[in-house]
């Protein structure tokens, strides 16, 4: 395999916002064992802004990267802002990704999507 | 992967079935053939015959080792090509007796993509299953046998968890039909007794990089009489039966390789045997909800293959090698596919499990204190990584 | 041969397209990646990213020198594994648009073994005559295309004769019709001007050994977006175009002797033609009904191949040995067939021709007083065969 | 290719008995330039004796080599004697051959056969 880049291994040795949220304002669980990559992503929102994002991830390298990396983009953004958070940003964010591992960017992305959608369901219908 | 993470003082390799580090003896046994003696062995004059000398002695060091003669051994590029060569050979030279070809399901992929080639070419092909320790049972060779069948191959050894299979027992079966037998005995040679005699094979895949060889250079026992149609076309070297201008330098390690073997093997069984068996119940009382793979004593003497359930493998190879140590996982990360290996599947592990997985080969340079460490950095990482698990999470609710 | 026969102190190495010693600086830039940087590359951890980072390089050095991308070159066992991998893996990736290969009838054997081999599975080629001087018409290629081509083969230069293509006219054909086209570059890579863009190829084989690398190591160029099938089948390696653990050491090797190549080609090729035409000049000078073969001046800078009549080739071989020289023939002694040079035949020489002929290839550690030894051994080496020659004396008479 | 014996490179060296005899008794022509090989073999015999022998040879080491010894064995020898030289006696003679060199000894065999026939039918007819 490709090696991975210096921000990866940066986050996937020191990764940030691991954890749970108590009582959570939005919950995203994407992935599953068969493919090898589970994430979990707690969000707090208060008045629109995304206040703390914490995860918990069974996966490779790549995948707790990108779930590190993820939550830090997230906090202290509107929901509106962290909707249009892609993989493509995630994955630049951490300086490129192996081609093998886009699917852990995608996966991050859409543990983030689910988290908000599952603020949605909780606290307001989208318009 | 930046420099910063290697700054530990320990280096522990402790992936030996993935390649070997080449036996210092072994590098010496090389140097003259890339200057001095040159030549293409296939040449008349001093040089080449020089060469061809060297050639001679190092394929006849291998055969008695093996209980072959010279002319049963080919020299190839690896462990890959010899199986390539073997399965296709084989099928082709074959193919008016018939089309049908016995395997496992959990060889090598050198043999299991040359199945499915073949497959494509109007073979038929036949994949055993194993039992949970990813042993094959000799009923099902021969009931798998029918009168199209023209070569079985099972591995002696697998590479991921170690089980040896009963090679002689299926040869065996084989014989008595008159069908050919070859084993993949890349994980097996020089590392535990292997003759080709005794295990009763027509053909067998060795490769000299895991037995403290250079890499690139490998051999095929071809049993006389065996037919093959040549798999890699050209030049008249190696009786026809393989061209290309033959790596002197790479068969001269080779040989000594398997010279070094032919001496320190017994030891060294012993040594891995008691090596592994001591990581092996380290790891199962240091680590809650963790597993063997593999049969626990019908194994090879360097392979630990460990589940350690809620969290992934490469998560756990990469921590470990910030610790500095060096192993390999079965989890699907460093191939292109998402699935998991092959292996770990056939033996009836679940996808979680099988992401799970972690496999230490032990080998000649390692020590007793490498393991004592393992055992002592081991759990930390397992615990940094279930604390991160959304799984082991679950199970405490 | 026994010892005694080398006993002159004079030992002079002519067989260049054979093989080539190993540079020394090339010997050295193998040394690590034996027993220090020996990990499989395919690995996630250190040992492994170490052996990765070292076989980007290389493969970069070797990418750059030919006017590709990285992505666009895989390492192969040698020449003959390119060769293979190229016909076969063309012919079986695109089966489904057409059966039909063309090449030349004087190819190395690991391209013309592969066509027969894919006449056998059904393919249909042409084998293009060439002229006296061995040289392909690109106006014959253009006539063989069909609308079932699916590949056109033609060497960049023949390693026995030493005739340089019209690759380019060639290639362009080629592309016009939308068809793949491979060149094999082991004799031309390295010793004269290669670059994959000016020479418009879809895959191009190299070989290491062929200029001062090591033996056992090749690679194959195929453009982006070319398919193919792969031959050496197995795990995931080279982009799973090409599987076997990485030979690191051979491609180390390889990169470095590639990257001495870049330093010194230009003045190399100087020195070697200046050579070469010294030598051709001599010979025809100097020994009676002598002719050489090939063209005089479309030719490999190193390559000097003559016939000698009435004398055969492999006695004049070993006679020159016996005078410390070593060089090849064309005549069928070395084979197992006994058909002379299908590359002499096919450029119209007759049989005894055919096996009177004599290469000497010249390179980077030949001197002029080597040439100047051969001049002054060689007359003395005919004129003693000739007195046992029954042609020659009938031709007295 | 498989190496020459000492002995065969030992004849190679040094060929015994190369050239013509003026007025032989017998001569026999093998080979043809298409296999590469051709042997010219010349016995002078009196009162059924063979008491000298030479040849002249286009071809390889091994090819040389053969014609060298099959003319030592057969000097001295009754022509019934000669008769019984078969190409296996010839390579046993020079330690063996490299087995794609064995065709070598069977021409030389048929040299000598064919120079013994030419002697018979210049001098009298077989019983
Ligand atoms: C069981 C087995 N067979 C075949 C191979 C292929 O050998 P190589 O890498 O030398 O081609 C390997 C190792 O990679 C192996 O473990
Ligand atoms: C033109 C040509 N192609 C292919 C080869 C095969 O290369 P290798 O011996 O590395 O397999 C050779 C030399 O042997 C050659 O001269």
Redesign the pocket.
Do not use: I, K, L, V
């Given at each position: 395999m490709e090696g991975y880049s210096t921000k990866v291994m940066e986050h996937f040795r020191n990764p940030r916002n691991v954890g749970k949220i108590e009582n959570p304002d939005g919950v995203g669980h994407v992935g599953n064992p068969v493919c090898g990559d589970i994430m979990e992503l707690y969000i707090k929102v208060k008045d629109d802004i995304i206040t703390d994002a914490k995860f918990k991830t069974f996966g490779c390298g790549a995948a707790i990267a990108t779930s590190s990396m993820v939550t830090e983009l997230v906090k202290g953004k509107s929901i509106n802002e962290a909707l249009t958070i892609s993989n493509k940003a995630v994955t630049e964010a951490l300086g490129g990704l192996p081609s093998i591992k886009m699917h852990c960017s995608v996966l991050a992305e859409e543990a983030l999507k689910s988290a908000i959608d599952d603020y949605f369901k909780n606290h307001r219908s989208r318009e | 992967m930046e420099k910063t993470c290697y700054k530990q003082n320990r280096r522990i390799y402790l992936d030996y079935a993935a390649t070997t580090p080449c036996d210092l003896q072994v590098v010496e046994a090389m140097q003259p053939y890339f200057s001095k003696i040159f030549g293409n062995p296939s040449t008349l004059y001093s040089f080449g015959q020089e060469a061809r000398r060297a050639m001679r002695e190092a394929r006849g060091k291998i055969a008695e080792f093996l209980g072959a003669s010279p002319e049963e051994i080919i020299f190839t590029s690896g462990g890959t090509e010899s199986n390539n060569t073997a399965l296709k050979g084989v099928a082709y030279a074959g193919r008016n007796k018939g089309n049908h070809i016995i395997t496992s399901s959990i060889e090598h992929h050198s043999v299991s993509e040359s199945c499915k080639f073949l497959e494509k070419e109007g073979f038929k092909v036949t994949y055993l299953t194993v039992d949970e320790y990813g042993l094959v049972n000799p009923q099902d060779v021969k009931e798998a046998i029918t009168d199209k069948t023209i070569l079985i191959s099972i591995m002696h050894a697998n590479n991921e968890i170690g089980a040896i299979q009963p090679i002689k027992d299926i040869a065996s079966i084989a014989r008595e039909k008159e069908i050919y037998f070859h084993t993949d005995s890349v994980q097996t040679f020089a590392h535990i007794p292997v003759n080709v005699n005794d295990l009763g094979v027509d053909l067998l895949s060795m490769s000299a990089h895991k037995l403290y060889g250079p890499k690139g250079i490998g051999a095929l026992y071809i049993k006389k009489g065996v037919k093959i149609t040549p798999f890699m076309q050209?030049?008249d070297q190696e009786k026809r039966k393989r061209?290309?201008?033959e790596n002197i330098a790479g068969i001269a390690g080779f040989a000594k390789a398997v010279e070094l073997a032919k001496e320190k093997m017994g030891n060294e069984e012993k040594k891995l045997t008691f090596l592994r068996d001591k990581l092996i119940k380290g790891i199962l009382e240091k680590v809650e909800h963790s597993r063997l793979n593999g049969h626990p004593a019908q194994r090879l003497p360097g392979n630990v293959n460990v589940s350690i359930e809620y969290i992934e493998g490469e998560s756990m190879v990469l921590n470990l090698d910030m610790k500095g140590i060096a192993c390999s996982t079965g989890s699907a990360c460093t191939s292109s596919s998402l699935e998991p290996s092959h292996v770990l599947l056939a033996i009836g592990l679940p996808h979680e499990l099988a992401h799970s997985s972690l496999r230490f080969t032990i080998g000649r340079f390692t020590k007793e204190e490498d393991i004592d460490y393992v055992l002592e950095v081991l759990p930390e990482v397992v615990k940094k990584l279930r604390s991160m698990s959304p799984l082991y999470g679950e199970k405490e609710k």
């Open positions: - | 050209g030049g061209a290309s201008t």
